[in-house]
């Protein structure tokens, strides 16, 4: 298995609070993402990184913003969580080719529930 | 707007029948075409991928089928098996590094 780890699984929170999901690899992979799985909805991007410090935004970026610091890590921030974004995370990996993002690596997901 | 649309959302086939998942897509910049596997529970995983060079490939039980012209592909699983009972997603990417995901298909394989 692909070293990624989420942290954390599993959040209840109560709308209007800061929530923080990360994403920690081991596999030295220069691309990062951030997936929301919603019924219906697939896996849609929220924003992905190429690099330390360089990201860019997915088609439902609107609410959450990213940091990467470190080539291991990759955080997902919802400054002010609202129950629309009650979802499952899943961060991805990708050692990225010259033709396309090649075979992605996700972690298990983080259930997070925004009451 | 989706880019790339999924069908059927649910399937329930009989142990040793043939599923088949259709995706259509519309951005004809789109060149390379994966399709994942997820079991509850767990992330996404690489099941087979093509690019539009070719019009089918297959590996083992799992068949991609790919028509341009139509802008479509599709995913075949022959003799399905119990164990095949997952959630199946097809994506497409473009001359970069994201890939957009269809909306996924629920298969049951009965025994």
């Known amino acids: 298995d692909a070293g990624i780890t989420q942290s954390p699984r599993h959040k209840v929170t109560e709308t209007g609070t800061p929530v923080t999901l990360r994403c920690h690899q081991t596999e030295n992979h220069r691309y990062m993402y951030w997936y929301r799985q919603d019924p219906g909805h697939g896996l849609r991007l929220i924003h992905y990184?190429?690099?330390?410090?360089?990201?860019d935004k997915g088609e439902v970026s609107d609410g959450y913003s990213v940091s990467r610091s470190k080539t291991e890590d990759f955080l997902l921030t919802l400054e002010s969580a609202t129950s629309s974004q009650t979802s499952v995370y899943f961060c991805?990996?990708?050692?990225?080719?010259?033709?396309?993002?090649?075979?992605?690596?996700f972690g298990e997901g983080s259930r997070l529930t925004v009451l | 707007q989706q880019q790339v649309k999924q069908s059927p959302q649910s399937l329930i086939v009989q142990k040793g029948g043939i599923s088949i998942i259709n995706c259509a897509y519309e951005?004809?910049?789109?060149?390379?075409f994966p399709w994942y596997q997820q079991f509850p529970g767990k992330g996404p995983a690489l099941l087979i991928a093509?690019?539009?060079?070719?019009s089918e490939k297959k590996e083992g039980r799992f068949t991609i089928s790919f028509n341009k012209s139509a802008k479509q592909f599709s995913l075949h699983i022959m003799d399905s098996q119990p164990g095949d009972s997952a959630t199946y997603f097809c994506a497409a990417s473009y001359a970069g590094n994201k890939l957009t995901f269809g909306g996924g298909t629920r298969v049951l394989v009965k025994p």
């Open positions: 951005n004809t910049a789109f060149d390379y």
């Open positions: 093509i690019r539009p060079d070719v």
């Open positions: 991805a990996i990708s050692a990225g080719t010259g033709m396309g993002p090649g075979e992605l690596f």
């Open positions: 990184s190429y690099g330390v410090k360089d990201t």
